[in-house]
Structures are given as structure tokens and as C-alpha cells.
């Protein structure tokens, strides 16, 4: 079956730095895409990584390991905006997306 | 650009009725997408339709039915509802079904079923 693993939910503090896990095991892989969630919104694009290695936008950086099946989102000089869900989708051999559950990211002040 | 909208934003159906989801995109995408979001579990695919005039089944596709008559519009409809079908539903389109392709999403219908 397919399987993307996320944790649950994660606290930091404003001003630190996050790191968000996701791991993976799809019928092929065509592509790993970020997504934020604010409650009660919908999911809006964050990044894709389809290469390893680090990719940067901003605040925002993603890591990709496709031998590792593994891929990371990592957020710095975090603001309280940033509290949200963070979803992790995995482009599978049929081009659909298979998406975790998401990771609930609380900022503290 | 309002991108795409659904409605209606939120409804309470009566189990055994019908219902129609309508979702509407203004991006001129080929490819649209279905989506229902439970608590604790990802986004779930219902149906997708990768050009106009096709569609195909997603990873929970039962009592639930779509078409695609043309490019802007991707109705959901359940023909019988059962309160299992309580759930938040979105709708999301991309430039096509390949590799790199962002979804954009609908703001959502929040549906609960008694």
C-alpha cells in the first residue's frame, strides 16, 4: 500500500527554527509537494521537490531524499502566522497525489 | 481573479437525500480534482478529470458521482447520502495531471449528513 508518515503535531517558539519530517513509500514517485493549511482554509502551495537536495524559498527551505524516501520542510525565523497544518503529498506512478495527514505546527510566543 | 469557487460554503443534508457540489475554476486548467478531508486523515481523491469530457476514479470514489462537460465547471454529486459522507470537500484544479503541477484549491464545502 501507500504510506506518507508525518508527525502529528509539533510546538516551537517564535523566532526559532522547525523542522517537519515526511516520509514516504508510493507506487512510483513523480514529484513531493508542501502545502500549508490554515484552519479552516484550504491548502496552498509551498514547494515541490522532484531532485534531492535543498530547496529554498524565503523562510522556507525543502529537502528531498528520494533514496531515503524521505523529505523534510524546514521553517526559520518562525512568525505566529506560521501556526498552521503542513501537509506533505507524494506524486505517485499515476501522476495522483497521495497526501499525509499533516502536521500541526503550534507557535508559541 | 476569483480562481476557483464552490458552493454552497456549508450544508446539512438529511441521510437518502442528493446533493450536487459545485465547483467552478476561471484559471482555464485542464486537469480538476475532488477531495474529501477527514480529522487525522490526508486529503482522500474522490474523482479527478484531466481534460474536459473525461474522468476518472480516485482512491474513494463510491457514492459519489462527477462530470465534466466543459473546461470551468467539475460538479460533485451524491446521489443518496449517508451520514459516513459527513466531511470537508475540496475541489482543486492544476495546469494538467503531469509531473509538476500545483493544485490550487477551492475555499471548500463543509458537509454533514444526518
Known amino acids: 500500500g501507500q504510506n506518507i508518515d508525518q508527525p502529528t503535531e509539533m510546538t516551537a517558539t517564535e523566532g526559532a527554527i522547525v523542522q517537519i519530517n515526511c516520509t514516504y513509500q508510493?507506487?512510483?514517485?513523480?514529484?513531493l509537494f508542501w502545502y500549508q493549511q490554515h484552519a479552516g482554509e484550504a491548502p496552498t502551495f509551498l514547494s515541490y521537490n522532484v531532485l534531492d537536495g535543498l530547496e529554498e524559498k524565503g523562510r522556507f527551505s525543502s529537502f528531498l531524499s528520494r533514496s531515503k524516501g524521505y523529505s523534510y520542510l524546514l521553517l526559520k525565523e518562525l512568525q505566529m502566522k506560521d501556526s498552521a497544518s503542513y501537509l506533505c503529498?507524494?506524486?505517485?506512478?499515476?501522476?495522483?497525489?497521495?497526501w499525509g495527514a499533516g502536521t500541526k505546527l503550534i507557535i508559541k510566543p | 481573479t476569483a480562481g476557483i469557487t464552490q458552493a454552497p460554503t456549508s450544508q446539512i443534508l438529511a441521510a437518502g437525500r442528493s446533493m450536487t457540489l459545485r465547483c467552478t475554476q476561471d484559471?482555464?486548467?485542464?486537469?480538476m480534482y475532488w477531495y474529501r478531508q477527514d480529522l487525522g486523515l490526508g486529503l482522500r481523491l474522490i474523482h479527478y478529470s484531466n481534460t474536459a469530457g473525461t474522468t476518472g476514479k480516485g482512491e474513494v470514489p463510491d457514492g459519489y458521482s462527477v462530470s465534466r462537460a466543459n473546461t470551468d465547471d467539475f460538479p460533485l454529486t451524491l446521489a443518496s447520502a449517508v451520514p459516513s459522507q459527513t466531511s470537508v470537500y475540496f475541489c482543486?484544479?492544476?495546469?494538467?495531471?503531469?509531473?509538476?503541477?500545483?493544485?490550487?484549491f477551492g475555499p471548500g464545502t463543509r458537509l454533514t449528513v444526518l
Open positions: 508510493t507506487s512510483g514517485f513523480n514529484g
Open positions: 484559471m482555464r486548467h485542464n486537469a
Open positions: 503529498a507524494v506524486k505517485d506512478s499515476n501522476y495522483q497525489l497521495i
Open positions: 482543486a484544479s492544476s495546469t494538467d495531471g503531469g509531473e509538476y503541477n500545483e493544485q490550487f
